[in-house]
């Protein structure tokens, strides 16, 4: 298994301001992912976050309003940008050491926006 | 769409019961079906699936696939309080696709 973590664990922000979310895990892992998990739903794919290159968006998800960045193969920050109560949600990241096989997912961040 | 469907959405039982969490799915491009068990916001793993008819067991959790069916059970037996989570299924594509999810809670 692969053991995530991410900073912080939970924030309370202001309206119209961003918040840069870091996933870290502890050894290398070939694919990254950002989900969100809005209250009381399940979880939804915002990208997949790309080692060298840019993220790749899931509908309805665009990189203006969530940059992701990878820069290595063990680390990846999500910005939610330009926040609105809308954006309150739980944000989690996940991991695959190889394509396809189990994702193992960090402990989310909790962003609330008021 | 690409759908996964959980059963029941949420269940209530006492402990020592047996349950039995349903998930369905579509088939296009299905890879593997994975459950989770998330008590507070991490979604811990439990099991991933990709042979129909092999049951996987771990203590008392155990869980199965139906290819022809496009469907999967989760079983707990003798469940106790800290059971209680909402167990989510998905279904793995080029990516995973999550169901509802089930709650369930385990009074003593």
């Known amino acids: 298994s692969a053991v995530i973590s991410q900073k912080p664990s939970r924030d309370i922000c202001q309206r119209g301001t961003s918040l840069t979310i870091q996933c870290q895990v502890d050894s290398q892992v070939t694919m990254m992912f950002w989900y969100r998990q809005q209250p009381g739903q399940s979880l939804t794919l915002i990208a997949t976050a790309n080692q060298g290159s840019e993220a790749t968006y899931e509908s309805g998800f665009v990189i203006d309003k969530f940059p992701i960045s990878r820069p290595n193969l063990t680390f990846s920050t999500l910005t939610v940008s330009n926040m609105s109560p809308e954006d309150s949600s739980i944000y989690l990241c996940?991991?695959?050491?190889?394509?396809?096989?189990?994702?193992?997912f960090g402990p989310g961040t909790r962003l609330t926006v008021l | 769409e690409d759908k996964v469907v959980q059963s029941p959405l949420s269940l209530v039982v006492h402990e020592g019961d047996t349950v039995t969490l349903n998930c369905s799915y579509e088939?296009?491009?299905?890879?593997?079906l994975l459950w989770y068990k998330q008590e507070k916001k991490a979604p811990t793993f439990l099991f991933m699936l990709?042979?129909?008819?092999i049951e996987k067991k771990s203590g008392r959790l155990s869980s199965i696939l139906d290819k022809k069916e496009l469907f999967s059970i989760l079983n707990i037996t003798a469940t106790q309080t800290g059971d209680s989570a909402v167990y989510l299924c998905a279904k793995l594509t080029d990516k995973l696709i999550f169901g509802t999810g089930t709650r369930l809670q385990v009074f003593p």
């Open positions: 996940s991991a695959e050491r190889e394509w396809r096989d189990t994702q193992y």
């Open positions: 990709t042979s129909s008819g």
């Open positions: 088939v296009t491009n299905f890879r593997s």
